[in-house]
């Protein structure tokens, strides 16, 4: 019987298994920032313990670095202890680490891939869940929490039972404006926030091996938004193709005999999966979110259903859609399209690659920013950063009104300066809707970069597709 992609990475790196117990399974690299590792590494500490394979750790601050004057002390106290403690514990166990300082730093599902920490056929954990996002190599990569950051600092390795897999096939062309993030946007809306839940995804059809390996990483960092372990996508020529020639890619006879090893990685015919959804990619229009749940999204020119239409039929599950709609102050039946909004962001780890500033910068090319959008643009690391001015994106972006912010997590969750006002309307490029993610009482509405930078420019919501 053939195997799943990913029970073969799986059965790879399982040093022992434990009779109907948890296998002790070897992680390859664990990435570290500096929200979730100072009780880790304090804990190590108390029990005079060493990191096991410091050069197997990947280090960077993200979640409280400013976006703006990176050069100055950061000013809010608990954010400035926490990125200075992460220097301190990278110091004292021999890590490295991509500070504020470096050219490399920025957020951690960003600078791993661009860095070619992240390769096919890897298992990978970092105590943050979009961890998710390096399954787009072919990989096995997962969030954890902080008592398991410890265990993979002490040992490599991590207790874990071998989850459900689930496929999802989405074949067929993209319509016009129709991104990556729209797919998985798509996805979710069909499979609710919770249909994931117990399963390992693997991505397979046409509509995903067309995208960008960016593109597949903004379909992966949002495979747990399904509930979903983690998601992830068999390697391919696009895939070696980002992979080489990056800092840590292999070179030379190492990077023939990866390749051939990575050219392995794929589902067998015969694979059978626990779970299997197949979608048609022409079905799929530009995405926007309306509720406080990433399931909660509809297609740009759709109403907002009602909570009968998503078919909630308990008195719990009617309930938490109407607490969403007094929460987004929106009504069954309103459409999206022209609904006036204040803030615009388009960063994350979900999108903040440079081919979502080309997006951006293809909509905004020759255009005005709406004076009611506040936008903020912030790349996901200092690559990217020098990229868009490189490429030359800077001065059309910065043309039409807008400013380039310096990398960070931004306004992707309220633990930073860059924070939504209550009850402001926010069109973000980020992950997560949830109440408060963007600071207290912001109102977010998740979509793809394309169809933020359109809603900046009209100053409401609009179709990326009517400004193509
Ligand atoms: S950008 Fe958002 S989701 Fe991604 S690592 Fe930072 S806080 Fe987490």
């Known amino acids: 019987m053939g195997k799943t992609l990913f029970d073969k990475i799986y059965d790879k790196h399982i040093v022992s298994s434990i009779p109907d117990g948890p296998d002790v399974f070897y992680i390859d690299v664990q990435y570290i920032h500096e929200v979730t590792s100072p009780q880790a590494f304090e804990g190590l500490r108390q029990r005079g313990i060493k990191v096991a394979r410091p050069k197997q750790v990947c280090a960077t601050a993200d979640h409280n670095v400013p976006t703006e004057n990176q050069h100055l002390p950061i000013q809010n106290d608990l954010s400035r202890h926490q990125v200075s403690t992460l220097v301190q514990n990278c110091e004292e166990f021999g890590i490295d680490l991509y500070g504020l300082e470096h050219p490399f730093q920025g957020i951690v599902h960003v600078v791993g891939p661009e860095l070619g920490v992240t390769k096919p056929g890897m298992t990978m954990v970092c105590g943050d869940s979009h961890t998710s996002t390096h399954g787009a190599f072919g990989a096995i990569a997962f969030g954890v929490g902080t008592s398991e950051v410890e265990m993979v600092l002490a040992t490599q390795c991590l207790m874990q039972h071998r989850p459900k897999r689930m496929r999802i096939t989405v074949e067929g062309d993209l319509q016009k404006g129709v991104t990556a993030k729209d797919i998985v946007l798509y996805v979710i809306s069909k499979t609710t926030a919770a249909g994931g839940t117990g399963y390992f995804v693997e991505f397979a059809g046409s509509a995903f091996s067309s995208l960008t390996m960016e593109g597949r990483m903004t379909v992966c960092n949002m495979s747990i938004e399904m509930g979903a372990r983690g998601g992830l996508i068999a390697p391919d020529e696009t895939t070696f193709e980002y992979v080489k020639g990056r800092e840590f890619a292999p070179k030379g006879a190492d990077w023939d005999k990866a390749v051939s090893e990575w050219k392995e990685l794929y589902t067998d015919e015969d694979a059978t999966f626990d779970k299997e959804f197949n979608f048609d990619a022409s079905d799929i229009e530009p995405m926007i979110t309306y509720g406080t749940n990433p399931g909660m999204g509809i297609g740009i020119t759709q109403k907002i259903p009602s909570a009968a239409d998503i078919g909630a039929t308990t008195v719990k599950e009617i309930e938490s859609f109407d607490k969403a709609m007094e929460y987004m102050d929106f009504k069954p039946g309103q459409a999206m399209l022209g609904k006036q909004i204040d803030y615009v962001f388009v960063g994350s780890c979900t999108n903040a690659r440079i081919e979502d500033f080309r997006e951006v910068a293809e909509i905004v090319k020759g255009k005005q920013k709406a004076d009611n959008v506040t936008a903020w643009l912030v790349p996901g690391s200092k690559q990217v950063e020098k990229q868009i001015f490189d490429e030359g994106l800077a001065e059309i972006i910065e043309a039409a009104g807008f400013k380039i912010r310096q990398p960070g997590c931004s306004a ?25 993610r963007q600071g207290p009482g912001a109102r977010t509405m998740l979509a793809s970069p394309s169809t933020a930078a359109a809603t900046a420019i009209v100053g409401k919501i609009a179709n990326p597709a009517d400004l193509i």
């Open 412 to 436: 992707c969750l309220a633990m930073n300066d860059d924070k939504v006002p209550t009850g402001a309307y926010c069109v973000s490029t980020s992950n997560r809707n949830f109440e408060g």
